[in-house]
């Protein structure tokens, strides 16, 4: 079932969605691809009023599709303050507090920044507005990175990456879609190579619905196809093993493939990247994707995977709830997250370290921020493997 973020207040911008289909998310990817803007600008051509971030004096390009007026009022998003707190290097939690208590302020500090290197180059990610009359809407500014930036588009590296998976001749399917401010994550499953794991499921119930892991000790192999338009990461493909009776999933981060967002300088204006420079790029990411795909649902990876993590996760646990606040402290966890992980640890009934990563990945499942939900998936394995050295 598809849920739908809130859109903005003021309607700008495409909706994120969590735990969406692929028909809605490349509806989504499709009408931010019709909006988006990419220009490089000189800091002498920005400023910020209001605390939204203002163009004067980029030219507007003339294309195809009409004229791109650049010049503008463009709000930011969280991930955009992020971006102007790394490049003029005003820390974050003072650019926040300004923003929160003291507008004008904010106003200030980044103008006078701008001002020190007014020849400084930036490339600006934004959505445009909706023209009303006599004048352009207010847009919205999602990032703002450096000008050597490579443009990979989430909608563009999506379609590449699923012919590479369909290149790769193995059956699968999406289980479900996220797009945040951040990234898009897009999960693919294979039931066709699926490994018994009666060890790692021995005692197991599904926090969900009570189902026993021992009556279904089936783990799926699969992958988390991911990218990021705003500077949030690299294009990955990283590993997803599915647990069959619950749809817990945990990330094998450290045999992730990645394709990072570097490029060369780019010219002044607005960015239209080549048709040839587009290609050989998006070619790269089906052949990389193809490849992964043959490694990571491969019934040998799986069982392998598995192996590993059955050798800790039958680990008893003396004292459950003192391991599982020394493992959420070790990963940083934060409190509330850390009293779900406790409350699914208990309602799985599996009293052991793999105990511990099975409420892990439910917990995961539950939460609505896609962002957290998948750091908290990816921290699965680590967990594990601090609750049986704890004990």
Not at 6 to 14: M, Q, V, Y
Not at 171 to 197: F, K, W
Not at 302 to 311: I, L, P, Q
């Amino acid at each position: 079932m598809t849920q739908q973020f809130a859109e903005r207040a003021t309607n700008l911008a495409p909706t994120g969605a969590r735990n969406a289909d692929l028909s809605d998310l490349v509806s989504i990817l499709e009408d931010g691809q019709r909006r988006k803007l990419d220009v490089i600008a000189p800091a002498s051509a920005l400023r910020m009023r209001g605390g939204n971030v203002i163009v004067e004096g980029v030219e507007a390009q003339l294309s195809a599709r009409g004229v791109t007026a650049v010049d503008g009022i463009y709000r930011p998003t969280t991930v955009a303050d992020e971006g102007i707190s790394d490049k003029l290097r005003i820390p974050l939690a003072y650019l926040r507090r300004m923003r929160t208590d003291n507008v004008p302020l904010l106003d200030e500090n980044v103008n006078a920044w701008m001002r020190q290197e007014p020849e400084r180059r930036f490339m600006l990610r934004a959505f445009r507005g909706e023209d009303g009359p006599g004048m352009p809407g207010e847009g919205v500014a999602r990032a703002l990175l450096s000008d050597s930036y490579k443009l990979m588009d989430n909608l563009d590296m999506l379609l590449a990456a699923l012919e590479g998976v369909e290149k790769s001749g193995h059956p699968t399917r999406i289980t479900g879609c996220d797009l945040t401010d951040r990234r898009m994550y897009v999960r693919v499953e294979s039931e066709a190579v699926a490994v018994q794991a009666r060890n790692l499921l021995r005692g197991y119930r599904s926090p969900f619905d009570g189902r026993s892991g021992d009556e279904l000790p089936m783990i799926s192999a699969g992958f988390v196809i991911s990218n990021s338009e705003v500077g949030a990461g690299a294009y990955t493909i990283t590993p997803r093993a599915v647990i069959q009776v619950c749809r817990n999933g945990l990330t094998l981060t450290k045999d992730v493939m990645r394709a990072v967002h570097l490029g060369g300088k780019q010219d002044e204006g607005v960015v239209n990247w080549s048709g040839q420079t587009q290609r050989k790029t998006l070619e790269l990411i089906t052949s990389k994707t193809t490849d992964a795909v043959r490694t990571f649902l491969s019934r040998e990876y799986v069982e392998a995977k598995v192996n590993e993590m059955e050798a800790a996760a039958g680990k008893t646990l003396d004292e459950p709830t003192k391991t599982i606040e020394h493992v959420t402290k070790l990963l940083s966890i934060g409190t509330e997250t850390k009293d779900r992980i406790l409350a699914h640890f208990i309602r799985g009934g599996q009293m052991t370290a793999g105990g511990v990563m099975q409420a892990v990945t439910s917990t995961a499942q539950t939460l609505t921020d896609a962002d957290q939900a998948a750091a908290l998936e990816a921290l699965a394995v680590p967990a594990l493997t601090a609750a049986a050295a704890h004990g």
